[in-house]
């Protein structure tokens, strides 16, 4: 049936994929946190450069039942970490 097997249990990530209608309203206050101007590894580069929001989008998807407007707020995300 359409019951998940998973489940996303809240803590308080009430915007953590938010289903904003247009990705031009997201909130990118975290661009200006010190941490965000500290270069990548080359681990973490590596890790981010192999993300595929494509296969991660149908997983959260068929595992979570997460909402289509949701999973386009993780690509566009992914998207802006993969381009910079």
């Known amino acids: 049936g359409d019951e998940a ?3 996303l249990v809240p803590i308080d990530h009430g915007l953590c994929l ?18 965000a101007q500290v270069p990548f590894s080359r681990v973490n580069l590596k890790r981010i450069f192999s993300l595929n929001f494509e296969f991660d ?19 566009a995300c992914t998207l802006l970490l993969i381009t910079g």
């Open 57 to 75: 989008a149908a997983r959260l998807k068929r595992k979570l039942l997460i909402r289509d407007a949701s999973l386009r707020t993780l690509r």
């Open 5 to 7: 097997k998973y489940r």
């Open 18 to 35: 938010p289903d904003w209608p247009d990705v031009c309203d997201l909130d990118l206050v975290w661009f200006t946190w010190d941490q």
